[in-house]
Protein backbone atom coordinates (compact mmCIF):
# COMPACT_ATOMS: atom_id res chain seq x y z
CA UNK A 1 0.00 0.00 0.00
CA UNK A 2 1.20 3.76 -0.40
CA UNK A 3 -0.35 7.01 0.08
CA UNK A 4 -0.69 9.93 -2.14
CA UNK A 5 -1.79 14.05 -1.81
CA UNK A 6 -2.78 15.88 -4.45
CA UNK A 7 -2.72 19.84 -3.18
CA UNK A 8 -2.57 22.93 -5.16
CA UNK A 9 -0.63 24.99 -2.07
CA UNK A 10 -0.73 28.60 -3.52
CA UNK A 11 2.97 28.92 -3.22
CA UNK A 12 2.01 29.02 0.51
CA UNK A 13 -0.40 31.54 0.64
CA UNK A 14 -2.87 30.90 3.37
CA UNK A 15 -6.69 31.84 3.69
CA UNK A 16 -5.42 34.48 6.26
CA UNK A 17 -3.57 36.19 3.49
CA UNK A 18 -0.03 34.97 4.89
CA UNK A 19 2.36 33.22 2.80
CA UNK A 20 4.18 30.31 4.49
CA UNK A 21 6.04 27.30 3.22
CA UNK A 22 6.69 26.37 6.48
CA UNK A 23 2.97 25.65 7.39
CA UNK A 24 2.81 23.37 4.20
CA UNK A 25 5.66 21.66 5.19
CA UNK A 26 3.68 21.04 8.32
CA UNK A 27 0.57 20.33 6.60
CA UNK A 28 2.12 17.56 4.53
CA UNK A 29 4.22 16.23 7.02
CA UNK A 30 0.85 15.08 9.52
CA UNK A 31 -0.47 13.18 6.22
CA UNK A 32 3.07 11.42 6.07
CA UNK A 33 2.92 10.75 2.27
CA UNK A 34 5.08 8.92 -0.01
CA UNK A 35 3.69 10.60 -3.10
CA UNK A 36 3.05 14.44 -3.35
CA UNK A 37 1.80 15.95 -6.22
CA UNK A 38 1.91 20.09 -6.05
CA UNK A 39 0.50 23.00 -7.85
CA UNK A 40 1.08 26.23 -8.01
CA UNK A 41 5.01 25.88 -6.73
CA UNK A 42 7.36 28.74 -6.39
CA UNK A 43 11.27 28.38 -6.78
CA UNK A 44 13.39 31.45 -6.23
CA UNK A 45 10.49 33.64 -7.26
CA UNK A 46 10.02 37.47 -5.37
CA UNK A 47 6.51 37.15 -4.08
CA UNK A 48 7.94 33.97 -1.50
CA UNK A 49 11.30 35.89 -0.98
CA UNK A 50 13.37 33.75 -3.47
CA UNK A 51 13.01 30.45 -1.30
CA UNK A 52 13.41 27.65 -3.56
CA UNK A 53 10.17 26.03 -2.00
CA UNK A 54 10.60 22.27 -3.75
CA UNK A 55 14.22 21.99 -1.83
CA UNK A 56 12.54 23.19 1.10
CA UNK A 57 9.88 20.72 1.03
CA UNK A 58 12.30 17.63 0.29
CA UNK A 59 14.55 18.87 2.97
CA UNK A 60 11.67 18.96 5.34
CA UNK A 61 9.49 15.57 4.21
CA UNK A 62 12.85 13.80 3.46
CA UNK A 63 11.51 12.77 -0.06
CA UNK A 64 13.05 13.53 -3.52
CA UNK A 65 11.57 16.97 -5.58
CA UNK A 66 11.38 17.27 -9.27
CA UNK A 67 10.36 20.51 -10.19
CA UNK A 68 8.21 21.62 -13.61
CA UNK A 69 8.88 25.00 -14.44
CA UNK A 70 6.31 26.26 -16.12
CA UNK A 71 6.12 30.24 -16.10
CA UNK A 72 9.53 32.04 -15.58
CA UNK A 73 10.63 34.93 -13.59
CA UNK A 74 14.14 36.11 -14.06
CA UNK A 75 16.25 33.00 -12.44
CA UNK A 76 12.97 31.52 -10.68
CA UNK A 77 9.89 30.00 -11.91
CA UNK A 78 6.50 28.74 -11.01
CA UNK A 79 4.45 25.44 -11.94
CA UNK A 80 4.20 21.69 -10.64
CA UNK A 81 6.33 19.67 -8.13
CA UNK A 82 6.25 15.84 -7.12
CA UNK A 83 7.70 14.89 -3.96
CA UNK A 84 8.46 11.11 -3.91
CA UNK A 85 9.79 8.78 -0.91
CA UNK A 86 12.14 7.02 -1.67
CA UNK A 87 13.70 7.88 -5.17
CA UNK A 88 12.62 9.11 -8.65
CA UNK A 89 13.96 7.13 -11.31
CA UNK A 90 12.58 9.09 -14.18
CA UNK A 91 11.47 12.38 -15.21
CA UNK A 92 9.87 14.30 -18.18
CA UNK A 93 8.10 17.86 -18.44
CA UNK A 94 5.46 17.66 -20.79
CA UNK A 95 4.10 21.06 -22.09
CA UNK A 96 0.37 21.54 -22.33
CA UNK A 97 -1.27 23.16 -25.50
CA UNK A 98 -3.47 26.47 -25.27
CA UNK A 99 -3.65 30.58 -24.88
CA UNK A 100 -3.06 32.21 -21.30
CA UNK A 101 -1.17 31.24 -18.76
CA UNK A 102 1.76 28.11 -19.72
CA UNK A 103 0.28 25.09 -18.05
CA UNK A 104 2.26 21.64 -18.43
CA UNK A 105 2.44 17.76 -16.97
CA UNK A 106 5.03 16.56 -15.03
CA UNK A 107 5.66 12.95 -15.15
CA UNK A 108 8.04 11.54 -12.72
CA UNK A 109 8.50 7.18 -12.48
CA UNK A 110 9.47 7.13 -8.41
CA UNK A 111 10.57 3.25 -6.87
CA UNK A 112 8.60 3.26 -3.52
CA UNK A 113 8.60 0.81 -0.41
CA UNK A 114 5.24 -0.13 -0.07
CA UNK A 115 3.52 0.09 3.44
CA UNK A 116 1.99 -3.07 5.27
CA UNK A 117 -1.24 -4.20 3.51
CA UNK A 118 -4.65 -4.91 5.19
CA UNK A 119 -2.95 -8.08 5.76
CA UNK A 120 0.21 -6.74 7.35
CA UNK A 121 2.00 -8.19 4.35
CA UNK A 122 4.17 -5.67 1.83
CA UNK A 123 2.99 -6.95 -1.38
CA UNK A 124 5.19 -7.23 -4.21
CA UNK A 125 4.68 -4.09 -6.89
CA UNK A 126 3.00 -5.54 -10.02
CA UNK A 127 6.08 -4.82 -12.33
CA UNK A 128 7.98 -7.10 -8.91
CA UNK A 129 10.29 -3.43 -8.61
CA UNK A 130 7.86 -1.05 -6.94
CA UNK A 131 7.40 1.35 -9.72
CA UNK A 132 4.41 3.64 -10.46
CA UNK A 133 4.60 6.47 -12.78
CA UNK A 134 3.10 9.58 -11.73
CA UNK A 135 1.44 12.47 -13.76
CA UNK A 136 0.99 16.34 -12.07
CA UNK A 137 -1.16 18.72 -13.67
CA UNK A 138 -2.66 22.17 -13.58
CA UNK A 139 -5.34 22.65 -15.50
CA UNK A 140 -6.58 26.04 -17.06
CA UNK A 141 -9.14 28.18 -16.16
CA UNK A 142 -10.59 28.95 -19.39
CA UNK A 143 -13.03 26.45 -20.83
CA UNK A 144 -12.23 26.26 -24.14
CA UNK A 145 -8.32 25.80 -23.77
CA UNK A 146 -8.68 23.78 -20.06
CA UNK A 147 -10.83 20.76 -22.34
CA UNK A 148 -8.01 20.61 -25.13
CA UNK A 149 -4.98 19.94 -22.35
CA UNK A 150 -7.10 17.70 -20.87
CA UNK A 151 -7.06 15.51 -23.90
CA UNK A 152 -3.65 16.44 -24.61
CA UNK A 153 -3.37 15.50 -21.18
CA UNK A 154 -4.76 11.85 -21.52
CA UNK A 155 -2.32 11.32 -24.67
CA UNK A 156 0.32 11.45 -22.62
CA UNK A 157 -0.63 9.42 -19.58
CA UNK A 158 -2.32 6.76 -22.19
CA UNK A 159 1.54 5.87 -23.99
CA UNK A 160 2.90 4.99 -20.40
CA UNK A 161 1.96 1.24 -19.66
CA UNK A 162 2.62 0.84 -16.41
CA UNK A 163 0.95 1.11 -12.94
CA UNK A 164 0.40 5.10 -12.92
CA UNK A 165 -1.48 8.17 -11.68
CA UNK A 166 -2.95 10.85 -13.16
CA UNK A 167 -3.45 13.96 -10.27
CA UNK A 168 -3.81 17.38 -9.57
CA UNK A 169 -6.17 20.63 -10.07
CA UNK A 170 -8.34 19.89 -12.75
CA UNK A 171 -10.08 23.57 -12.45
CA UNK A 172 -12.96 21.67 -12.96
CA UNK A 173 -15.43 19.21 -11.73
CA UNK A 174 -17.14 15.72 -12.15
CA UNK A 175 -19.38 15.19 -15.02
CA UNK A 176 -17.53 18.15 -17.06
CA UNK A 177 -15.89 17.95 -20.41
CA UNK A 178 -12.55 18.09 -19.05
CA UNK A 179 -13.34 15.09 -16.58
CA UNK A 180 -14.84 13.16 -19.52
CA UNK A 181 -11.78 13.97 -21.65
CA UNK A 182 -9.45 12.69 -19.25
CA UNK A 183 -11.63 9.53 -18.15
CA UNK A 184 -12.06 8.96 -21.99
CA UNK A 185 -10.00 5.25 -21.96
CA UNK A 186 -10.92 2.62 -19.21
CA UNK A 187 -7.58 3.40 -17.53
CA UNK A 188 -8.32 6.03 -14.42
CA UNK A 189 -10.98 5.65 -11.77
CA UNK A 190 -12.07 8.82 -9.59
CA UNK A 191 -10.84 8.00 -6.08
CA UNK A 192 -13.13 9.69 -4.20
CA UNK A 193 -16.19 7.83 -5.84
CA UNK A 194 -14.52 4.53 -5.46
CA UNK A 195 -15.06 5.53 -1.78
CA UNK A 196 -18.56 7.33 -1.90
CA UNK A 197 -16.87 10.34 -0.69
CA UNK A 198 -18.97 12.44 -3.38
CA UNK A 199 -18.00 15.50 -3.82
CA UNK A 200 -16.62 17.31 -1.21
CA UNK A 201 -14.99 20.47 -1.86
CA UNK A 202 -11.83 20.69 -2.32
CA UNK A 203 -11.65 24.72 -3.31
CA UNK A 204 -12.37 27.13 -0.21
CA UNK A 205 -13.75 29.82 -2.16
CA UNK A 206 -17.36 31.64 -1.87
CA UNK A 207 -18.43 28.78 -4.09
CA UNK A 208 -17.01 25.65 -2.87
CA UNK A 209 -16.11 22.82 -5.50
CA UNK A 210 -14.18 19.96 -5.71
CA UNK A 211 -11.81 20.71 -8.56
CA UNK A 212 -8.42 18.44 -6.94
CA UNK A 213 -8.38 15.02 -8.47
CA UNK A 214 -6.69 11.75 -7.75
CA UNK A 215 -7.32 9.59 -10.92
CA UNK A 216 -5.79 6.10 -9.87
CA UNK A 217 -5.05 3.17 -12.65
CA UNK A 218 -7.46 0.36 -12.63
CA UNK A 219 -4.53 -1.73 -11.35
CA UNK A 220 -5.06 -0.10 -8.15
CA UNK A 221 -7.36 -0.53 -5.52
CA UNK A 222 -8.94 2.37 -3.28
CA UNK A 223 -8.17 1.92 0.43
CA UNK A 224 -9.10 6.02 1.75
CA UNK A 225 -9.99 8.72 0.49
CA UNK A 226 -10.27 12.06 2.50
CA UNK A 227 -10.17 16.16 2.14
CA UNK A 228 -8.19 17.07 4.64
CA UNK A 229 -9.09 20.64 6.56
CA UNK A 230 -6.45 23.03 6.28
CA UNK A 231 -6.35 26.90 5.88
CA UNK A 232 -2.31 26.92 4.84
CA UNK A 233 -3.85 27.36 1.02
CA UNK A 234 -7.09 28.26 -0.81
CA UNK A 235 -6.90 24.67 -1.62
CA UNK A 236 -7.57 21.29 0.42
CA UNK A 237 -5.35 18.85 0.68
CA UNK A 238 -6.33 15.39 -0.97
CA UNK A 239 -4.98 12.23 0.40
CA UNK A 240 -5.61 8.85 -1.02
CA UNK A 241 -4.04 5.32 -0.26
CA UNK A 242 -4.01 2.87 -3.12
CA UNK A 243 -3.26 -1.01 -2.53
CA UNK A 244 -2.14 -3.41 -5.68
CA UNK A 245 -4.25 -5.73 -6.78
Not at 157 to 178: E, F, I
Amino acid sequence: MFRVVTYNIRAGLGMDGVRSIRRIAEALTLLSPDIACLQEVDQRVPRSWLSNQPKYLSARLDMRAVFQRNISFGVGGYGNCVLVRPSALHCRCHSLPGRGEPRGVLEVTAQLVLRPDSSGLRRVALDGRGEVTIFCTHLSTDDEVRVEQARKAQEIVHAVRGPKLLCGDMNDVRGSQTLAALLDEPVFRDAALEMDAGDIPTLSTAVPRRIDFVLADLRFAVKSYQVIESAASDHRPVLVDLELV
